[in-house]
């Protein structure tokens, strides 16, 4: 089992910038669990991919909204991701979830792939 905390949401204006960190604690391995991801929501649509990272080499891949804007990255050491979200739009507004997958494949994008989920965390930029 893998448990996930996010942290860092917050109430910015446009232009701003945050980071979020997502914590997971249980079965972290790298021969467990091999990537992690931001995904995030808004009320009335479905979940939405943002960015992913494999949790042992650190490749990254992004969403198209959000390439150039937002970088995945994290620490093995502190079992840590992060997102560091840049030139934030009102557009990003939304609960952000961090998310781990078990399967080995790479660019996995769709909810369905990943197996475990923290619980939100809401970001939320004004015009």
């Known amino acids: 089992q893998v448990q996930l905390v996010e942290s860092g949401g917050g109430l910015v204006q446009a232009g701003d910038s945050l980071r979020l960190s997502c914590v997971a604690s249980?079965?972290?391995?790298?021969?467990?669990?091999?990537?992690m991801g931001w995904f995030r929501q808004v009320p009335g649509k479905e979940r939405e991919f943002v960015a992913t990272?494999?949790?042992?080499?650190?490749?990254?891949y992004y969403a198209d909204s959000v390439k150039g804007r937002f970088t995945i990255s994290r620490d093995n050491a502190k079992n840590a991701v992060y997102l560091q979200m840049n030139s934030l739009k009102p557009e990003d507004t939304a609960v952000y979830y961090c998310?781990?997958?078990?399967?080995?494949?790479?660019?996995?994008?769709?909810?369905?792939?990943?197996?475990?989920w923290g619980q939100g965390t809401q970001v939320t930029v004004s015009s």
């Open positions: 990272i494999s949790w042992s080499g650190g490749s990254a």
């Open positions: 998310a781990a997958a078990l399967v080995s494949k790479w660019q996995i994008t769709a909810p369905s792939e990943y197996n475990y």
């Open positions: 249980g079965r972290t391995s790298s021969s467990y669990v091999n990537h």
